[in-house]
């Protein structure tokens, strides 16, 4: 292959980063490996919500009622369901004191279709309640409506958590629905035409701990969730700080995830905090929108990125069902005219719930292909396996699972809804092989035995000093590059289909100023240069490199090759892929990048040993297409 480069300004040392797509030669059949020795978070359920629309069911003629409600309660295999906070038990004050409460004064006959519907749920094996809050009753609001915002009054909280702590216990003692999991607001960092209320943090934990005293005082068990702000990357920035500082105001981490997202930083909440997280809403489909196979695809992958990435423990869909109107639901239906439809995303949702079930434990999975999203998950004696296939073209793949078992293979694809297409017999250190469709999503489940002999790696690259080996800092640090200096050598080469840009940027840095920023048009292969000083290239006293990267969750693959004094390249032991959104530190050692045995130029003096001063850094991903990456502060360092 013959390159040709193009610099901007002076170019007096060896090229120190270069960005290539698309020049990564996988074997003839790439690999799903497994690794359950990396174990993640505890699967609580799937399910959705009747909120609104509670009443489309609620007035079907059966048997076409009976038939929607198996679906969804039966079929699918959901276990968790999402009510709308019954606002008209408590429509007006029930007396002047927010400590003495007035039952003849409340009101639990305003709710039938959903009372109804819970208990239908429950009678088909849904285990867990919630109820969300779109509103307070208007007299405890600022603006005195139930739409428009407005917040509790202050004078009201005592208020608001007595008509809560009511609602909850009357539902339970009265209708025989257990509350088991409560949220003050829906969606507190939005004002809308419809029931609305808008929360500060503070507030949220003023409101909170109202909620907390009373439900001590009256021995209710029900668990808090929230903020459910309308995406995950303000729930992280703006509420966690304070609704998870002692005393904690939830017991679980709930977000939707409309707005702007950061999933790996929810895998880190949870982590640093240890406290579940939800994601109890979210839809794609809007009025008139297409209902085919891609938008269901989207859900699913939405679902998998929250679970392998984000590491939600529950995922929560917008709306069991909906009216034609607005179709957003699993099904659609039309409750006086005793019609329903289930859609495609309903079958792609099903091939989660009906397979991981609550108590199952996701463990490592990673594809060779970027093209491919998937999940693994194992309870017990059974192995549940997710993979997403958005590509126009089938894919072949070898399952390198450590263990022995027979997985059933379900399929959902424009011509398929969930269907067992076949099964697969899984045995350790032998060849088993899988197809998978074009546009489709494949879910294998069955018995499948752990061999603990059988080792398969998959790669750890994506860390940060804080999660390596329990160390928090180096004492020896380099800074190989800050990009903070505009006479910085920046330069790019592309192959004759693509295009690249190479330039410093203010649009997004971790630190300082300004950061490098690559946009690219692939259809063979780019690249993008920067040159140091040789004063930062002597790495022989270091034990690691670390740079900043901005991801974009694009699931795209990538590695990294060390060229020495010697012009020998080593390379990374295995690839990772970009599963994050914002900035992240990666971290790795230098002693496992390996001397490369694919490739080497044919004027290097290989001898295995990585050798000061390096003159270059190669980054590459393998994937085709086009987008944007973000560098910043590339360091090398020791302990």
Same mark, same amino acid.
């Given at each position: 292959?013959?390159?040709?480069?193009?610099?901007?300004?002076?170019?007096?040392?060896?090229?120190?980063?270069?960005?290539?797509?698309?020049?990564?030669?996988?074997?003839?059949?790439?690999?799903?490996?497994?690794?359950?020795?990396?174990?993640?978070?505890?699967?609580?359920?799937?399910?959705?919500?009747?909120?609104?629309?509670?009443?489309?069911?609620?007035?079907?003629?059966?048997?076409?009622?009976?038939?929607?409600?198996?679906?969804?309660?039966?079929?699918?295999?959901?276990?968790?369901?999402?009510?709308?906070?019954?606002?008209?038990?408590?429509?007006?004050?029930?007396?002047?004191?927010?400590?003495?409460?007035?039952?003849?004064?409340?009101?639990?006959?305003?709710?039938?279709?959903?009372?109804?519907?819970?208990?239908?749920?429950?009678?088909?094996?849904?285990?867990?309640?919630?109820?969300?809050?779109?509103?307070?009753?208007?007299?405890?609001?600022?603006?005195?409506?139930?739409?428009?915002?407005?917040?509790?009054?202050?004078?009201?909280?005592?208020?608001?958590?007595?008509?809560?702590?009511?609602?909850?216990?009357?539902?339970?003692?009265? /209708?025989? %629905?257990?509350?088991? =999991?409560?949220? !003050?607001?829906? +969606? *507190?960092?939005?004002?809308?035409?419809?029931?609305?209320? #808008?929360?500060?943090?503070?507030?949220?934990?003023?409101?909170?701990?109202?909620?907390?005293?009373?439900?001590?005082?009256?021995?209710?068990?029900?668990?808090?969730?929230?903020?459910?702000?309308?995406?995950?990357? /303000?729930? %992280?920035?703006?509420? =966690?700080?304070? !609704?998870?500082? +002692? *005393?904690?105001?939830?017991?679980?981490?709930?977000?939707? #995830?409309?707005?702007?997202?950061?999933?790996?930083?929810?895998?880190?909440?949870?982590?640093?905090?240890?406290?579940?997280?939800?994601?109890?809403?979210?839809?794609?489909?809007?009025?008139?929108?297409?209902?085919?196979?891609?938008?269901?695809?989207?859900?699913?992958?939405?679902?998998?990125?929250?679970?392998?990435?984000?590491?939600?423990?529950?995922? #929560?869909?917008?709306?069991?069902?909906?009216?034609?109107?607005?179709?957003?639901?699993?099904?659609?239906?039309?409750?006086?005219?005793?019609?329903?439809?289930?859609?495609?995303?309903?079958?792609?949702?099903?091939?989660?719930?009906?397979?991981?079930?609550?108590?199952?434990?996701?463990?490592?999975?990673?594809?060779?292909?970027?093209?491919?999203?998937?999940?693994?998950?194992?309870?017990?004696?059974?192995?549940?396996?997710?993979?997403?296939?958005?590509?126009?073209?089938?894919?072949?793949?070898?399952?390198?699972?450590?263990?022995?078992g027979n997985l059933s293979i379900?399929?959902?694809?424009?011509?398929?809804?969930?269907?067992?297409?076949g099964a697969i017999k899984i045995?350790?250190?032998?060849?088993?092989?899988?197809?998978?469709?074009?546009?489709?999503?494949?879910?294998?489940?069955?018995?499948?035995?752990?061999?603990?002999?059988?080792?398969?790696?998959?790669?750890?690259?994506?860390?940060?000093?804080?999660?390596?080996?329990?160390?928090?800092?180096?004492?020896?640090?380099?800074?190989?590059?800050?990009?903070?200096?505009?006479?910085?050598?920046?330069?790019?080469?592309?192959?004759?289909n693509s295009q690249v840009s190479?330039?410093?940027?203010?649009?997004?840095?971790?630190?300082?100023?300004?950061?490098?920023?690559?946009?690219?048009?692939?259809?063979?292969?780019?690249?993008?240069?920067?040159?140091?000083?040789?004063?930062?290239?002597?790495?022989?006293?270091?034990?690691?490199?670390?740079?900043?990267?901005?991801?974009?969750?694009?699931?795209?693959?990538?590695?990294?090759?060390?060229?020495?004094?010697?012009?020998?390249?080593?390379?990374?032991?295995?690839?990772?892929?970009?599963?994050?959104?914002?900035?992240?530190?990666?971290?790795?050692?230098?002693?496992?990048?390996?001397?490369?045995?694919?490739?080497?130029?044919?004027?290097?003096?290989?001898?295995?040993?990585?050798?000061?001063?390096?003159?270059?850094?190669?980054?590459?991903?393998?994937?085709?297409?086009?987008?944007?990456?973000?560098?910043?502060?590339?360091?090398?360092?020791?302990?």
């Amino acid at each position: 292959m013959i390159r040709k480069f193009m610099l901007v300004g002076s170019f007096p040392f060896l090229l120190l980063m270069i960005l290539i797509v698309s020049i990564t030669t996988y074997a003839a059949t790439p690999q799903l490996v497994i690794d359950p020795s990396q174990r993640f978070q505890t699967i609580d359920g799937f399910g959705a919500s009747i909120a609104f629309l509670s009443n489309e069911v609620f007035v079907m003629k059966e048997p076409y009622r009976s038939e929607v409600l198996d679906l969804l309660f039966k079929d699918l295999g959901t276990t968790i369901l999402r009510l709308r906070t019954n606002v008209d038990t408590e429509f007006t004050n029930d007396n002047d004191d927010p400590f003495v409460t007035n039952w003849e004064n409340l009101n639990f006959k305003k709710d039938a279709a959903q009372v109804w519907t819970a208990k239908q749920a429950l009678a088909r094996g849904v285990k867990t309640i919630v109820s969300s809050t779109w509103s307070a009753p208007p007299w405890m609001k600022t603006n005195n409506m139930l739409h428009d915002g407005g917040h509790v009054r202050p004078e009201c909280i005592e208020e608001f958590a007595e008509w809560v702590t009511a609602y909850v216990k009357g539902y339970n003692e009265i /209708h025989g %629905i257990p509350i088991d =999991v409560f949220s !003050l607001t829906n +969606e *507190p960092d939005l004002a809308t035409a419809y029931d609305s209320m #808008l929360v500060t943090p503070d507030e949220y934990v003023q409101i909170s701990q109202a909620i907390r005293r009373r439900f001590e005082k009256e021995k209710i068990n029900t668990r808090l969730t929230g903020p459910e702000t309308m995406g995950s990357l /303000h729930t %992280i920035t703006e509420y =966690v700080p304070t !609704l998870l500082a +002692e *005393p904690r105001s939830v017991d679980i981490l709930g977000t939707h #995830l409309y707005a702007e997202n950061d999933l790996p930083g929810l895998a880190r909440t949870a982590e640093k905090y240890q406290i579940p997280v939800w994601v109890t809403e979210w839809s794609k489909l809007k009025k008139n929108e297409e209902k085919g196979i891609d938008e269901s695809l989207t859900l699913a992958t939405m679902i998998n990125d929250a679970l392998a990435i984000g590491n939600v423990n529950a995922f #929560l869909y917008w709306g069991y069902w909906w009216n034609e109107t607005t179709p957003e639901g699993l099904i659609i239906a039309s409750g006086f005219d005793s019609w329903y439809e289930t859609t495609k995303r309903y079958y792609m949702f099903k091939q989660f719930s009906k397979f991981i079930r609550p108590g199952a434990v996701r463990i490592a999975a990673q594809s060779d292909l970027s093209n491919l999203k998937v999940s693994a998950y194992q309870n017990g004696d059974n192995l549940t396996v997710v993979i997403i296939n958005k590509s126009n073209s089938a894919k072949k793949l070898e399952l390198a699972f450590p263990g022995e078992g027979n997985l059933s293979i379900y399929e959902t694809s424009a011509d398929k809804d969930c269907e067992k297409i076949g099964a697969i017999k899984i045995l350790s250190k032998s060849s088993n092989t899988l197809n998978v469709p074009a546009n489709s999503i494949i879910t294998l489940d069955g018995p499948w035995k752990h061999d603990s002999s059988v080792k398969y790696t998959i790669n750890k690259l994506n860390t940060d000093e804080s999660s390596l080996n329990g160390k928090s800092s180096f004492t020896q640090r380099l800074t190989v590059a800050d990009f903070e200096q505009n006479d910085s050598q920046l330069g790019s080469y592309n192959g004759p289909n693509s295009q690249v840009s190479v330039s410093l940027t203010n649009e997004t840095v971790y630190e300082g100023s300004q950061a490098v920023k690559v946009e690219f048009l692939s259809k063979d292969w780019i690249g993008a240069t920067l040159s140091l000083s040789p004063s930062v290239a002597d790495w022989s006293k270091m034990t690691h490199i670390s740079f900043w990267m901005y991801g974009n969750s694009s699931g795209n693959p990538f590695n990294f090759v060390l060229e020495d004094n010697n012009l020998e390249q080593f390379q990374f032991s295995s690839p990772a892929r970009i599963d994050w959104t914002g900035w992240k530190q990666l971290l790795f050692p230098l002693s496992d990048f390996k001397s490369r045995t694919d490739w080497q130029a044919s004027n290097a003096k290989v001898d295995g040993t990585l050798d000061s001063p390096i003159k270059g850094i190669h980054f590459f991903t393998s994937n085709s297409g086009q987008g944007t990456v973000y560098f910043d502060k590339i360091e090398v360092l020791a302990p």
